[in-house]
């Protein structure tokens, strides 16, 4: 079956603009992961969406950051006023309680800000 | 806060080698462990993994066993291929389905 789908694969923007970052999860997977991978900092995670509960943000670096989940599925990572620090491979992942929750990636959007 | 230490790379080994990649963790409780791998050109895919103490994963010829006495979870292959060369990510989470904490990577080169 279809897997984690991110789109664009690969996005270069102004420093300044904002950026819109597309997740569609596994069918069916009720939760949905936001992780960040840069040379710096390594793998690190951003935000995560359980079903119908809050998200939690806690990995969320600064409030330009932000995550929306609609209807349950597609996911939409939003960077305000883009930073230079801000280039990286954002991975979106899901996962399913039935299957042990394993997290599947997608092949992330390699961000660039100039 | 709860963080994975791994061994540093790049590891070179010639084909047919012993392969050990080594993974240390600090985390209050019973983590999950795993170890992801991220193939050339690919995106990040579960290895293998272990949820309880003295569990052994495995997979694809990989092994690695949680030991909880010495907080690791060590990865091991006894006779890699050049199929083989990729980044080894360990990592932790600690409840079900919640947010992976990640080592650094240790890219992984095999060659013939």
């Known amino acids: 079956g279809a897997g984690v789908s991110q789109s664009p694969s690969n996005k270069v923007t102004e420093k300044g603009k904002d950026v819109e970052l597309r997740c569609d999860p596994i069918s069916g997977h009720t939760a949905l992961y936001w992780y960040r991978q840069s040379l710096g900092q390594g793998l690190e995670f951003l935000i995560y969406?359980?079903?119908?509960?809050?998200?939690?943000k806690s990995g969320l670096p600064s409030d330009r950051f932000s995550a929306e989940r609609t209807g349950g599925s597609v996911s939409t990572l939003t960077i305000q006023r883009t930073q230079q620090e801000d280039s990286a491979v954002y991975l979106c992942a899901s996962s399913d309680r039935i299957r042990n929750n394993e997290q599947f990636f997608g092949p992330g959007t390699r961000l660039t800000v100039l | 806060g709860d963080s994975v230490t791994q061994m540093e790379g790049p590891v070179t080994l010639s084909e047919e080698a012993f392969l050990t990649i080594n993974c240390t963790y600090t985390?209050?409780?019973?983590?999950?462990l795993f170890w992801y791998v991220q193939y050339p050109g690919e995106g990040l895919q579960l290895l293998l993994k272990?949820?309880?103490?003295?569990d052994k994963g495995s997979n694809k010829g990989f092994e690695a066993t949680y030991r909880k006495e010495t907080t690791s979870f060590h990865l091991e292959k006894g006779s890699v291929q050049v199929s083989d060369s990729a980044v080894y990510f360990c990592a932790l989470s600690k409840a079900a389905g919640n947010k992976l904490t990640f080592g650094g990577g240790t890219r992984v080169l095999v060659k013939p």
């Open positions: 272990a949820t309880k103490a003295d």
């Open positions: 969406f359980q079903g119908n509960s809050a998200p939690d």
């Open positions: 985390a209050t409780g019973y983590p999950s």
